[in-house]
């Protein structure tokens, strides 16, 4: 059983945040499988730049969206995706400076349980109470594509697209 799923106490009722989330832990298994030091060390590291790359993604278009609805939280849930894309970054660098190993897999199961898991179950699910408190309607609620995103400057003109492909994109490089 992978560690990481998309279960209720998880889902914002949001189906475009949701599905990001779920490709999100879907990238965040396969670092895990990654990490236990029975693949080579290339896959790791290409799935812990998915998993870097695809933060980056799916942060930047929820914070288009917050915006978009004038959330009046959106200052600071985007600082406080400010912090945790640091924290992913530094503590995944360590980690693949350690190379695939058990060390490596529960430092990146901690980061991702304490994190990640943590911010979706907290931060994106006040966000979804807002959207529902103001009775807007959640299929209206598209998130925006990488080409939008870095014609509005909201990721860097060299991010590579294959990364908001999601765990599609992982597997395919994979092989
Ligand atoms: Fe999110
Ligand atoms: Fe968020």
Redesign the pocket.
């Known amino acids: 059983m992978p560690p990481f799923a998309l279960t209720s106490d998880l889902l914002t009722g949001i189906p475009t945040v949701d599905e990001q989330h779920g490709d999100l832990l879907d990238i965040a298994n396969e670092v895990v499988a990654a990490a236990d030091g029975r693949l080579h060390p290339d896959l790791f590291d290409l799935a812990l730049s998915f998993l870097v790359g695809y933060t980056t993604y799916h942060?930047a278009a929820?914070e288009t969206v917050m915006a978009k609805v004038a959330y009046p939280g959106h200052g600071h849930?985007a600082q406080?995706?400010d912090r945790l894309r640091e924290q992913v970054v530094a503590i995944l660098f360590r980690v693949r400076n350690q190379g695939p190993t058990q060390q490596s897999k529960s430092d990146v199961m901690r980061l991702l349980e304490d994190w990640v898991v943590l911010?979706?179950r907290e931060?994106?699910r006040e966000?979804a109470h807002f959207v529902r408190d103001q009775h807007i309607d959640v299929a209206t609620l598209i998130l925006p594509t990488v080409e939008s995103l870095k014609t509005c400057g909201a990721i860097d003109l060299d991010f590579d697209e294959r990364f908001a492909t999601g765990v599609a994109g992982l597997r395919s490089a994979q092989r």
């Open positions: 942060f929820e849930h406080v995706h911010h979706v931060s994106d966000f």
